[in-house]
């Protein structure tokens, strides 16, 4: 059996942390399981859909490393055909009837039940409808909406992360699943794609473990197999508050604006809720090996963006040259070596701080003099090249033996004026990049 999940966002907004997780717990397990990712995006709320966010979507995705087939793509607002077979069929069956409440009367119906302390349950009232009363309430201008008759039994399902899980189905209302204007409802659309998709599993956020039973019952009536489900805990933020109120910021166009890593999104991600030690990577592959959803725990786990931002300083400080040159390229470093990469990566915040090493190995740069005298002597004993990076120490050792300085009065002049800074990256790896010409003058105070 080929394992086949999805991806199911609605593109009525921009992806975030808390859905980057599901997805990418998605395509972690089918790479784990070597199978099929489905992007599919849940547009039938045609109010709410904006074409930008369509679009932001798999943009969103290819960042974090997700990918899956051109024909792995869908959406729902493709499919309306699909659906309508399976009203047809619901209906011939007697699962899907017309109802027409109003919103108001429903409303009205549900605080009765509430005061008489009944729990707010549709009273399945339209099932009592004759074929002459529904006549007249057509004459009258209403439409109906249809709703899907439940059976009323406890559902149960072994969830891959909660263990399992039983849903007493006597206490739902009978689901709308078409609306009066013909819109048909994310529960209908869900099974139906997932069926005609062969999707194994549903892996998805907690907040769908109440949609669960109805849409087993769905998957039964309609004849399909039932898939295996995994339920996510939802992210709340560092201080245990949901997420939801800080979703622009944790946006991953936010993110990414704001130069995290994807690779360290992915390995958070991936670990959060584990118990397994959050640690950066040099590929997603790396997060596949040992992928198991069974290690994802129930309770809320906590995503600490401060976590993220030093994850992605240690992500970069990890990069391998083969993966930073062509981004180093797109910033304008085309000239970057590896010896530059090697010798910065583990001292960025972000990718585009490269720039900043980059003018101080090519300048121009204005040197910082702490002891002018010092630094002009050490640049008269400066070697010869050809320099690799053993002739910093080479170097330092003569000047001390000279100066009879040690530590900190040894070096520090001697950053501050080759690279206006007060620390970075090691000196023995910059000084040959910065090359003897310019390493002279800014030792004599020259802007080089
Ligand atoms: N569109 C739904 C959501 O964004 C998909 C839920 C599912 O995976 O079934 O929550």
């Known amino acids: ?47 709410r859909v904006k074409p930008e966010y369509v679009a932001a979507i798999a943009e969103d995705l290819h960042w974090l490393g997700l990918d899956w087939r051109q024909d792995d793509e869908l959406r729902q607002s493709d499919r309306l055909a699909h659906y309508e077979h399976a009203i047809a069929r619901l209906r011939a069956a007697g699962r899907l009837y017309p109802c027409y409440e109003t919103a108001s009367e429903l409303e009205a119906k549900r605080r009765i039940q509430t005061a008489a302390h009944r729990p707010p349950v549709y009273d399945r009232a339209a099932l009592k409808l004759t074929e ?17 008759m439940l059976q009323h039994r406890r559902v149960g399902f072994d969830d891959l992360v909660r263990g399992p899980i039983e849903i007493d189905e006597a206490s739902q209302s009978d689901p709308v699943l078409v609306k009066e204007d013909g819109t048909v409802l994310y529960t209908l659309a869900s099974v139906v794609d997932d069926i005609d998709m062969a999707v194994t599993h549903v892996i998805r956020g907690e907040d769908h473990i109440t949609n669960t039973g109805t849409q087993i019952q769905l998957f039964e009536a309609l004849g399909a197999t039932v898939p295996a489900f995994a339920h996510l805990s939802l992210l709340l933020g560092a201080d245990g508050q949901p997420l939801s109120k800080r979703l622009d910021a944790l946006s991953l166009r936010n993110l990414r604006a704001a130069g995290t890593e994807p690779l360290a999104l992915d390995a958070l991600l991936a ?26 725990g129930k309770a809320p786990a906590r995503f600490d963006p401060a976590e993220l931002t030093a994850l992605s300083a240690r992500t970069l400080g990890v990069m391998p040259f083969e993966n930073a040159g062509p981004r ?115 030792l004599r105070g020259e802007t080089a």
């Open 1 to 47: 059996m080929t394992v086949v999940v999805r991806f199911a966002p609605s593109p009525t907004g921009y992806l975030h942390a808390g859905n980057a997780r599901i997805a990418l717990v998605n395509g972690l397990f089918a790479r784990a399981q070597s199978g099929r990712f489905i992007l599919r995006l849940d547009d039938t709320d045609r109010a």
């Open 271 to 296: 670990r959060l809720g584990t118990g397994a030690p959050v640690e950066p990577v040099t590929a997603i592959e790396e997060l596949v090996a040992g992928f198991d959803l069974a290690r994802f």
């Open 328 to 442: 180093l390229a797109a910033l304008g470093l085309d000239e970057a070596s590896e010896a530059f990469w090697l010798a910065v990566r583990s001292n960025l915040a972000r990718l585009d701080d490269a720039k900043d090493w980059w003018a101080v190995c090519r300048g121009p740069l204005a040197p910082i003099m702490e002891d002018a005298v010092f630094t002009e002597a050490a640049a008269a004993a400066l070697p010869p090249e050809p320099w690799d990076n053993a002739i910093w120490g080479a170097w330092t050792k003569a000047l001390g033996a000279s100066s009879g300085r040690k530590g900190k009065a040894l070096f520090h002049p001697l950053r501050l004026a080759l690279t206006a800074r007060g620390d970075g990256p090691a000196m023995a790896d910059l000084l040959p990049l910065i090359g003897r010409a310019r390493a002279e003058k800014r």
């Open 132 to 148: 002459s009363d529904r006549a007249r309430l057509e004459s009258e201008g209403r439409k109906p909406h249809f709703r899907f």
